[in-house]
T-cell receptor
Framework: AQTVTQSQPEMSVQEAETVTLSCTYD???????LFWYKQPPSRQMILVIR??????QNATENRFSVNFQKAAKSFSLKISDSQLGDAAMYFC????????????????FGKGTKLSVIP | DTGVSQNPRHKITKRGQNVTFRCDPI?????LYWYRQTLGQGPEFLTY????????KSRLLSDRFSAERPKGSFSTLEIQRTEQGDSAMYLC????????????FGSGTQLSVL
């Protein structure tokens, strides 16, 4: 079974600075999907960024980028120019291609990292 | 696009009672998912539907849990004979069911079992 580990329960960052959230995972599969989700106090999970394991290029979405190290099974999220609205719980998640190949998303989530942004 | 809607937002019940939650997915989405999130944890997958067919239900936590999507539109999740350990947030999500497409989550139903 796949597992996802987020070793930082809480992180803080000064507004406009950069912060990196860590995630490691365990799998025996060679192809899979990795995600970062944001959960603000409104409770709705919002997709921040996704990475397909067969793509070597790290995904980027505006101020958000990942450092995907497949051999090390590491998938960290970097937030640049942090804004007050970035404060939230951040969850790393894994999806197996046997589920996601047809658009199915049986995600395995980590425990999350609470990010605080200091004005 | 009104997003994924879940009702009620909060539910308080006494141990042993049955509860039912409703999820209305985004209208054109044919896949619908239920997740459970306990305090301090990430969401945990429970079950999903393709239209009205329940394609995966082995991850439902016990036989007290059941889900339906009778006409391939809204879905209900029922918990019978609730226990205090059932207290959690129950999240619904939907997607179009095509590769590389996004999963959209609702804001969840927070269940408290007294």
């Amino acid at each position: 079974a796949q597992t996802v580990t987020q070793s930082q329960p809480e992180m803080s960052v000064q507004e406009a600075e950069t912060v990196t959230l860590s995630c490691t995972y365990d799998t025996s599969e060679s192809d899979y999907y990795l995600f970062w989700y944001k959960q603000p106090p409104s409770r709705q999970m919002i997709l921040v960024i996704r990475q397909e394991a067969y793509k070597q290029q790290n995904a980027t979405e505006n101020r958000f980028s990942v450092n995907f190290q497949k051999a090390a099974k590491s998938f960290s999220l970097k937030i640049s120019d942090s804004q007050l609205g970035d404060a939230a719980m951040y969850f790393c998640a894994y999806s197996s291609p046997k589920y996601s190949g047809a658009g199915s998303y049986q995600l395995t989530f980590g425990k999350g990292t609470k990010l605080s942004v200091i004005p | 696009d009104t997003g994924v809607s879940q009702n009620p937002r909060h539910k308080i019940t006494k141990r042993g009672q049955n509860v039912t939650f409703r999820c209305d997915p985004i209208s054109e989405h044919n896949r619908l998912y239920w997740y459970r999130q306990t305090l301090g944890q990430g969401p945990e997958f429970l079950t999903y539907f393709q239209n009205e067919a329940q394609l995966e239900k082995s991850r439902l936590l016990s036989d007290r849990f059941s889900a339906e999507r009778p006409k391939g539109s809204f879905s209900t999740l029922e918990i019978q004979r609730t226990e205090q350990g059932d207290s959690a947030m129950y999240l619904c999500a939907s997607s179009l069911g095509v590769k590389n497409e996004k999963l959209f989550f609702g804001s969840g139903t927070q269940l408290s079992v007294l």
